[in-house]
């Protein structure tokens, strides 16, 4: 049997303290350059939905569950085989108060890939805790798990692992994540951005990839910062903001409006799909468009207007009647706005709607900011919504304008809410 003693990094050594873990790996990995020994804050274990199973595409979604560093035992160099190896945690109290942790032993290569991770396994193969303090030895068994590094085109599949750093020029160590089995598991490490020697992770937010953004709130992929819901997106096969919409809107050269076409786009494909007309704007300039108008206020600046959002108004849909009725759905809006539709007046606003007859009420808000670089009458941005009859689909482009001589003291809601009046157009 191959032994090494680590202290756990916050307490003072005895000889018949801690506990002995054994690692079992009769599948590998061998070559291990380096073991990291990470001591998880046992009662930390937060499970996130929504992560994205295959981040490059539309496969689905999946729960993965993260587990926080609270403390460390150090690493050790040139383990070689991991089966059979044994680590002596002793404990110290005086700087952990708590003696009871969900260990992880994190096997990496001579290239940084994680190749193994082990813990303790309770009856259904999930990871437990163990006791370590003073007084006496206690033996346990680490069920180690050889891996390979994830390619990350394909996402995470069984045994495979993903070693996530953050920062520019010397990185840090944000984590690891890897699947032993069925369930994607995360370890959080300390942030050590700002001090090298930190190992305590436990108050750290579900932000594996450092992006700002936390899972799954606004991230529904915490393994690349490239995706989450503050970022643009574009046709390309990608969904980088997280909204799941497989048809996105992209410009492209109409006949009408060389400058001013958009067009939809298959984002699962990044193909386009279906006729590219006028833009918003550019229909309202031939003098014939669907728009939203909102009554605004003056700020410091006089080439800044403040619209009255959110706002509510009715667009007629004159082609969804009875008997081909339709379904609506909002796409995207041009920032700083935010769309939604409801078959209400002033409830129920959602993203898609089916059964549309007739009209359908538009919400605008603002998002981000409080104003907007518009005069009275212009455009102020766009809202695209898509409209389905009979298995076709239109695009429908709604200009966001402010109200021609709409120039108010102060935004006046509709009574018994807090939404305000908006003109929509037809």
């Not at 379904?327 to 078959?343: K, M, Q």
């Not at 007739?358 to 695209?384: C, F, H, P, R």
């Amino acid at each position: 049997m191959r032994f090494a003693w680590v202290a756990l990094m916050v307490a003072a050594c005895g000889s018949e303290d801690g506990s002995l873990l054994t690692i079992r790996a009769p599948e590998g990995p061998d070559g291990v350059a380096r073991l990291e020994i990470v001591l998880a804050k046992a009662d930390g274990v937060e499970t996130v939905q929504g992560q994205r199973l295959a981040p490059n595409n539309f496969a689905g979604e999946e729960a993965v569950r993260y587990y926080r560093q609270r403390a460390t035992a150090g690493e050790i160099a040139a383990v070689g085989k991991a089966d059979g190896f044994t680590v002596r945690i002793e404990p110290n109290v005086a700087m952990v108060p708590e003696n009871t942790f969900t260990p992880f032993l994190v096997a990496y290569d001579a290239q940084d890939n994680v190749v193994g991770v082990g813990a303790v396994l309770d009856e259904a193969g999930e990871p437990t805790t163990v006791l370590i303090e003073g007084g006496a030895t206690r033996k346990y068994f680490v069920d180690m798990v050889a891996l390979k590094p994830m390619d990350p085109a394909l996402g995470m599949g069984e045994r495979e692992s993903m070693h996530v750093a953050c920062g520019d020029g010397r990185k840090w160590t944000s984590g690891i994540a890897w699947r032993p089995a069925t369930t994607q598991l995360r370890l959080l490490l300390a942030d050590r951005s700002q001090d090298a020697s930190a190992t305590d992770a436990s108050e750290r937010e579900a932000d594996l990839d450092c992006d700002g953004h936390v899972a799954p709130d606004t991230d529904c992929d915490d393994l690349r910062s490239t995706f989450h819901v503050a970022r643009t997106d574009a046709c390309d096969g990608f969904d980088t903001n997280c909204d799941g919409a497989r048809t996105t809107v992209q410009p492209c050269a109409n006949g009408t409006c060389p400058n001013g076409g958009v067009q939809l786009c298959d984002d699962r494909t990044g193909q386009p799909a279906g006729a590219c007309v006028a833009s918003s704007s550019c229909a309202c300039d031939l003098g014939g468009c669907a728009a939203c108008a909102l009554s605004f206020r003056a700020t410091a600046d006089a080439t800044r207007k403040s619209p009255c959002a959110p706002g509510v108004g009715k667009l007629h849909l004159p082609n969804c009647i009875d008997g081909a009725t339709c379904n609506v759905e909002v796409l995207s809006a041009t920032s700083p706005w935010v769309g939604y539709i409801s078959a209400m007046p002033a409830s129920e606003f959602t993203t898609k709607l089916s059964g549309v007859v007739g009209q359908v009420y538009i919400e605008l808000k603002l998002s981000g900011t409080s104003d907007v670089m518009a005069q009275g009458g212009d455009s102020a941005g766009s809202l695209n919504l898509l409209v389905t009859q009979n298995n076709q689909s239109v695009l429908l482009p709604v200009d966001i304008q402010l109200l021609d001589g709409g120039l108010v003291n102060e935004c006046q809601a509709i009574t018994g809410t807090t939404l305000f009046a908006m003109t929509c157009t037809p």
